[in-house]
């Protein structure tokens, strides 16, 4: 975001007399439309977008005058409407109209998580108007892709993460929002589909003809894997064609209790050690939480296999990738991430079944030092050395 961008965002936090106490009770909860395209538009949710403002400080703003002497915090019994969002899409158009998509705010865990399935509209001119769908026209609905087609008649709104027990391993959501007149239908595509898809990438074909998509993460029995191939959806029939095929060896070693692991304590333990002068504190809680004292040798060389390699030192430009470690066997990139509750190895290609061996009984050793607890592998898709 650009300084301006940032600046125009602060200015439109703070609301204009039009959002009154009165009025931000009325519609400060969130909400679903109850027809298609239903016009929601009210002051209280412009400026919750505007100013991109959280649920939480625009509580804070309209708290009373006793609560805020005796600063209490009171749990809303519904989610707030949020006008800063995660896996919400942006699609502007040559017209000048900017299509803001769904998304969602907070973790599954907090008061104000939900996600929505709503659709506001930015003119060229900063007119904005909020439309609200039924669940059952448009489902609520985050990290999908939008991508204008039809000579932007139509945005294509494919996958998301969705509420759980909206997922369905092997189905791929697929909706088209008419931008016209906002009506919102799902698509009903045949072939190959890439499954239960979110967090990617879709962009169209040098002809038009097709999207193709690429990375993010697709749900399958073992959860939530990478996706390592591409696809393409043909937008004359709406039929999937799947590219690529890649043979990558996939494995996780995760503690046998399935509890989380403690690497990101670790790494903070680490840093604290080698910047002492950061303020960081070491003695921290890590050996009461793993019951021992915390293994740094072993936590150093987590992702240095038994095996001749070469690391990759990551770039600035991989910051947002900071779970990930790369290193370079026999000319095979090989990938170490932290999924927070295990450890995932990808081989980006082929290597002797000895070495991919090498590699995960060598990580599986190591984890249970730096867990204190027993570790165990899973192969990923069937593909396990023999």
């Not at 430009?317 to 779970?323: L, V």
């Amino acid at each position: 975001m650009a300084v301006d961008d940032e600046e125009i965002r602060k200015k439109n936090r703070i609301p204009g007399p039009e959002v009154t106490p009165k009025l931000f009770r009325q519609w400060q909860t969130a909400r679903r439309g109850s027809t298609d395209a239903e016009d929601m538009t009210n002051p209280v949710w412009l400026w919750l977008f505007r100013g991109r403002v959280d649920p939480y400080h625009a509580n804070e703003r309209f708290k009373s005058r006793l609560g805020k002497l005796l600063g209490t915090v009171a749990l809303p019994s519904e989610p707030g409407w949020a006008g800063c969002r995660m896996g919400q899409s942006r699609t502007e158009l040559s017209d000048g109209r900017v299509f803001w998509i769904a998304g969602e705010h907070e973790d599954y865990y907090d008061p104000d998580f939900y996600i929505y399935n709503d659709v506001i509209v930015e003119h060229g001119d900063g007119e904005v108007r909020i439309f609200g769908y039924p669940e059952t026209r448009f489902p609520p609905t985050d990290f999908h892709s939008a991508t204008a087609i039809d000579d932007e008649q139509t945005i294509l709104l494919v996958g998301s993460i969705g509420y759980s027990a909206q997922r369905e391993v092997g189905r791929t959501q697929v909706y088209a929002l008419n931008t016209a007149t906002l009506a919102i239908e799902e698509i009903a595509s045949e072939g190959e589909p890439p499954g239960w898809i979110s967090q990617h990438d879709a962009r169209l074909n040098d002809s038009g003809t097709a999207v193709l998509i690429s990375g993010g993460q697709i749900l399958t029995e073992d959860g939530f894997l990478e996706n390592i191939d591409e696809w393409s959806l043909s937008l004359g029939d709406f039929c999937w064609t799947r590219l690529t095929q890649r043979k990558w060896i996939r494995l996780q070693v995760a503690r046998t209790d399935q509890t989380g692991l403690h690497l990101w304590n670790y790494d903070m333990r680490k840093f604290a050690l080698d910047h002492p002068g950061a303020g960081f504190d070491r003695e921290d809680d890590l050996a009461d939480q793993i019951g021992a004292e915390p293994n740094m040798e072993a936590y150093d060389s987590l992702c240095r296999p038994p095996v001749p390699h070469t690391p990759i030192v990551q770039s600035d430009a991989d910051e947002e990738d900071w779970r990930t470690k790369r290193i370079i066997i026999e000319g095979v990139p090989v990938r170490y991430t932290d999924d927070m509750d295990h450890l995932t190895v990808t081989v980006e290609g082929e290597l002797p079944d000895k070495i991919v061996k090498a590699i995960a009984e060598d990580l599986r050793a190591k984890l249970s030092l730096v867990e204190n607890c027993d570790t165990q592998i899973k192969w990923i898709n069937s593909l396990s050395p023999m």
